[in-house]
DNA sequence: CTGCAAGTTTGCACCAAGTGCAATGTTGCG
DNA sequence: CGCAACATTGCACTTGGTGCAAACTTGCAG
């Protein structure tokens, strides 16, 4: 799921890839079309053309599947320069800068795929259930970000909160760039999003 | 799953809450020991004396077993009285008792519960998806309270930053309990909490 | 007390998700 | 070509979960 799209590392390993595609693609359409309990394993692994057996080779469950989730990596350049204090220097302003980076390595490299991921989880809640997981699965990778920062640069408070407040503002963002029609970048209503919690807790 | 202990209304409504309490406490007793994966609904009725065809009388899931989680409903004095402005009428004071009354309705009759679940999740990280699906599901009752106080006492933002904030705080409320030994009450730790979200936001 | 109606439990047959295993194909490479 | 590594597949099996209908319990009216 990193941004590699040019892997030369043989021509199985390409092979292997564009099944997994094909079978994300297929999941997906399926769902979108039928619901997700219309839609059998067996159907979906019918449609991108492999056995159903060969399905759970390629993913562990059919939410996994339907998801497209793989594992995320945070850009290593990134990391070093968040760990230092940067980008800005500013807490909040960071903040922003890594919660854009957080939905950068969701989306992977197909721009589409936050679209998509969204509407499948307003048509199947149980995804969104999935989705949040997968978060809470990578958090740690999060907050490890945190404790480190902190040794140069002191936080405000524990790394945990930080954690938390930062997949709010993802998350809140995203909601945002929902209610606003799907227009142009989801990041751009990242310092918005941050806005509207600060004015909550401020109240 | 509402904090009435003495609901008298006929022997047989008893009888039926008596069986749900046992069959989450089997579960749970279950988990704990052997794991999620290892432990069959089987097992589980077996424990708690039923068939297993009655275990999905009373639970859709294993999971909403092992969890215990029921549907809640805040207690309606209190829905009125946040709606009309109450009860202190400072937003973040409120916010502060609303997010006790969601963790009282959740613990329901059982003081030990938040501290079973949060075991349980730390064991078993699969759950945390059930977990984020229960509150998603009652998203809407949260969110409805903060539309309808808005019309009488104006919201700072949407409800749906109100109510992302509000879980928040539950959650970071019971990390903070967690990682005080889970001593005493866990909404004693909701002002702090909130002060450490506020932190961040504001730094 | 009797008997009926409503609610509950249970067994049974069944579908779908997911796993382990062993056979059969494919692919890359010396 | 031929072999070794890897991928696909079929098959049998376990488990979660549902629909249905028969049997049983319980509350209550007469």
């Not at 903040?95 to 048509?123: C, K």
């Not at 945190?146 to 995203?174: S, W």
Request: with cysteine; aromatic share 6%.
């Amino acid at each position: 799921m990193n941004a590699n799209p040019v892997d030369d590392i043989g021509l199985r390993a390409r092979k292997k890839r564009a099944r997994a595609d094909a079978i994300v693609d297929a999941a997906q359409r399926l769902v979108l079309a039928h619901g997700f309990d219309a839609v059998t394993v067996e159907a979906i692994a019918e449609a991108a053309g492999i056995s159903p057996r060969t399905f759970f080779n390629y993913f562990e469950s059919k939410d996994d599947a339907v998801l497209g989730q793989g594992s995320f990596d945070l850009d290593a350049g990134f990391r070093g320069e968040f760990v230092a204090g940067g980008p800005t220097g500013r807490l909040t302003a960071d903040l922003e800068v890594l919660a854009a980076a957080l939905l950068g390595a969701v989306a992977g490299s197909d721009p589409h795929a936050p679209a998509r991921v969204l509407e499948l989880m307003q048509a199947e809640p149980r995804l969104l259930a999935h989705h949040f997981a997968w978060f809470e699965r990578h958090k740690n990778q999060v907050e490890d970000l945190f404790t480190e920062r902190h040794a140069c640069r002191p936080l405000p408070t524990d790394p945990a909160t930080c954690t938390m407040v930062v997949f709010v503002l993802v998350r809140a963002a995203l909601d945002d760039w929902d209610a606003g029609g799907r227009q142009g970048d989801v990041t751009e209503h990242l310092p918005a999003a941050l806005a509207k919690i600060a004015a909550v807790v401020n109240a």
